[in-house]
């Protein structure tokens, strides 16, 4: 197994990045290692990177430390990418790892197109959070790594119900249970904990959503405005694509959002039959077989009409 001390060698700074609008996973992840690395390297030099995370991560260790921008120019000696398939996904921070020396990427997405110059990609796993785990050594992981780790697992495995979800997921979720970290909150306050805004706009998307293909697909759309009215961010929407897949005979699920005008955000989610990495990957974007994302451009109807093309070819 690649363990990450291998690739520490020499190594005296260590930049550390996710994805752009960092999920669970990502920022699990991340901080992780940063967790890992700082409490038992503490000669390393680390920085993290990540864009703004939402409040309810906040709790996790040194969560203070991450470096929301990318204004002050570093060399790296080694700089290493967590749960992100390529690098555009990783926003600005991409001009740290034109820089560094050495650049690893540790990911689980099908996806993945090897772009570091070492690359631990399994796309088996389900988290990045559960393939960092096995590349560190038992034994130094404390109750705040743990925390880390168990949520990234928690939320990429949807509390350990997806179909990415394994034994070697569930025994890992064990060993850092034994870690003394409070299991019951990270589940409830992070994933499960919705504000009152975000039960209205998760209400507001359930009562506006369009069923087709016989109820086989299912999407629906939040507008810039809506954003204003609710006074929300992207981060409120966490949720409402499982909400839409987990209804009733619905193969796929669609949920977008309005970033910019005539500019979406979609969430592809899927149950048992159509790989949705492929749909995602076919515009430009990427994923699992069971989740995946991609920005896309037009009017709703324009996405959703190449969207459902992409996705009939698969439905037989
Ligand atoms: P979500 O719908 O939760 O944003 O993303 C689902 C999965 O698809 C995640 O694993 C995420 O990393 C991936 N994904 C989401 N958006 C994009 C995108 O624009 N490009 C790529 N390559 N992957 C994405
Ligand atoms: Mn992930």
Known sequence: M???ENYLEGVKTVG?????????????SCLGLYNYLT????????????ESIADKFVFLKNSDKII???????????????????????????????KAKKTLCIDHHISNNNFAMENVVDAKLSSASELLY???????????????????IVHDSGVFKYSNTSYNTMAIAGKLMEKGIDFTSI?????YTKTYVQNQILGRALLESVVF??????????KKDEFDFYNITSADLDGVVEQLRITKGVEVAIFMYETEPMEY????????????????????????????????????????????????????
């Open 134 to 152: 096995m590349m560190l050594d038992e034994d130094k992981v404390d109750k705040y790594v743990a925390e880390a780790l168990y949520l990234g």
């Open 16 to 28: 550390i990045t996710g994805h752009r609008r960092p999920d669970g996973d990502c920022i699990g």
């Open 187 to 191: 589940i409830d306050d992070t994933f």
């Open 213 to 222: 293909y016989d109820g086989k697909c299912i999407f629906s759309v939040v």
């Open 2 to 4: 690649n363990k990450i």
């Open 39 to 50: 409490k038992n390297y503490p000669e390393l030099s680390v920085s993290l990177y990540l």
């Open 68 to 98: 929301f921008n990318t204004e002050k120019d570093e060399e790296f000696d080694l700089f290493i990418v967590l749960d992100s398939s390529d690098l555009e996904r990783i926003g600005e921070t991409v001009k740290y790892f034109d």
């Open 265 to 316: 955000k979609i969430s592809l989610r899927s149950k048992s039959e159509v790989d949705v990495s492929k749909v995602a990957e076919y515009f430009g974007g990427g994923g699992h077989i069971r989740a995946a994302g991609v920005m896309m451009h037009g009017t709703v109807y324009d996405v959703i009409n190449n969207l459902s093309e992409q996705i009939s070819l698969q439905l037989g």
